[in-house]
């Protein structure tokens, strides 16, 4: 059974930094492709950034220049470090893994397996 388990979200002021953190278990993590998606109340879910096994990544335009996607293959862990962060980029932000796609779908939210999610407020 994959479980995704997301950490790091909270309230910063803009400007400002944090890490998300998503800890997979239940599939051979170096075999997925992984993304991470934010919703805001009454948005549809966006792709924020993704990368392939091989490590190729992609980003949203809104957050490029200032969000890393990252991992940890020994750890099962995905990171997205987020800076200068913007109130605009207030939402829940959820990690996703697939099996292998295109570099091109990373950002499509038609992913397999979800996280429940960490919420990300970020104040003017």
């Known amino acids: 059974q994959v479980q995704l388990v997301e950490s790091g979200g909270g309230s910063v002021q803009a400007g400002g930094s944090l890490r998300l953190s998503c800890t997979a278990s239940g599939l051979i993590y170096r075999r997925y492709c992984m993304g991470w998606f934010r919703q805001a109340p009454g948005e549809v879910r966006e792709g924020v950034a993704g990368i392939l096994s091989d490590g190729r990544d992609a980003y949203a335009n809104s957050v490029k220049g200032r969000f890393t996607i990252s991992q940890d293959n020994a750890k099962n862990t995905l990171y997205l470090q987020m800076n200068s962060l913007k109130p605009e980029d207030t939402a829940m932000y959820y990690c996703?893994?697939?099996?292998?796609?295109?570099?091109?779908?990373?950002?499509?939210?038609?992913?397999?397996?979800w996280g429940q999610g960490t919420q990300v407020t970020v104040s003017s």
């Open positions: 996703a893994a697939d099996t292998e796609r295109s570099w091109w779908s990373l950002l499509l939210p038609n992913y397999n397996y």
